[in-house]
């Protein structure tokens, strides 16, 4: 999740000092709902763009807002992962299945880290999977973790689930994970794997996914392609975020594609232009 504020911030981090952040509403709002080219179905509540050899990325149609979220798909040859789910509003595996993308092998989701945007739409599927250090938070859909805000109500959900729904009515739904994940932990998806990281900073159990076969590497909110970021949400913590992004850095030369939790996807090269900036917050 990114920051849903616009103004001047200041805020104590764990591990960390006070920050002030200045905002320039306007300007940020350009590249926060920057979008790349997409298969856009109005009618659909998923657009979906194939962006790798059987990798596709989808976004919330009707979810109009910053915190717009990347879902991704990864197809194996003897199982499928989604990467982030989304607020979880409208069905995303029925829409996958709907678009023959899902649905002749075993899927599993995993949410690369706890916040509503990511995690919101966990509960739709059988097996999902999450970091330890958060399987408590989405079993017990716990709001304050989960970090549920909507800035401007009903604005933002342009074709609401159900009539009569209301912001109000918004939570993360408990449910049981059926894989807790820790550092070096594979998803064996046949034909290729996906390594998982624990990147802490944004959260406590913040995770990246590295393909290292197709030099892959999803990053969640852990780095998008914009120098800008702040983290003064639950568990957020600059001082485990800098040492992530020293990671990052060391990961840039093994990685030719980035595909990170908001915005377009970019490359290695540009993901280690992008550390120096967060190693000044």
């Known amino acids: ?3 849903p504020f616009y103004g001047n911030k200041s805020r104590k981090l764990e591990g960390s000092r006070e920050l002030t952040v200045h905002y320039a509403s306007n300007s940020i709002m350009g590249w926060l709902t920057a979008k790349p080219e997409e298969q856009t179905m109005a009618e659909e509540p998923f657009s979906v763009k194939q962006v790798h050899d059987n990798v596709y990325m989808f976004r919330e149609n009707f979810y109009d807002s910053p915190n717009q979220a990347n879902i991704w798909l990864v197809q194996g040859s003897t ?4 990467i982030d ?4 509003l409208w069905d995303l595996p029925g829409f996958l ?3 023959r993308l899902i649905g002749d092998k075993p899927v599993t989701a995993v949410a690369t880290h706890i916040h509503f945007d990511h995690s919101g739409g966990l509960h739709q599927f059988q097996n999902f999977a999450i970091h330890s250090l958060e399987a408590n938070a989405i079993r017990e859909g716990d709001n304050y973790e989960t970090v549920s805000i ?3 109500c009903l604005a933002e ?3 609401p689930p159900y009539d009569g729904w209301n912001t109000r009515d918004y939570r993360v739904k408990a449910a049981e994970p059926t894989k807790v994940l820790e550092e070096d932990d594979v998803f064996d998806l046949g034909d290729r794997k996906l390594r998982v990281l624990h990147f802490p900073g944004h959260t406590h159990g913040s995770i990246g996914l590295i393909d290292e076969q197709a030099r892959i590497l999803f990053t969640g909110d852990t780095m998008y392609n914009h120098p800008f970021i702040i983290d ?3 568990h957020s913590n600059i001082t485990a975020y800098k040492q992530t992004c020293r990671r990052l850095q060391e990961l840039s ?3 030719d594609h980035v595909f990170p939790g908001h915005m377009d996807l970019f490359d290695g090269n540009r993901l280690q232009l992008l550390v120096p900036d967060r190693l000044h917050l």
């Open 1 to 3: 999740m990114r920051d």
């Open 79 to 82: 199982a499928d992962l989604v």
């Open 85 to 88: 789910t989304g607020i979880g």
């Open 97 to 99: 299945e709907q678009q």
């Open 150 to 152: 909507f800035t401007s």
């Open 157 to 159: 959900i342009s074709v």
């Open 232 to 234: 003064w949400l639950p």
């Open 253 to 255: 030369s093994q990685v």
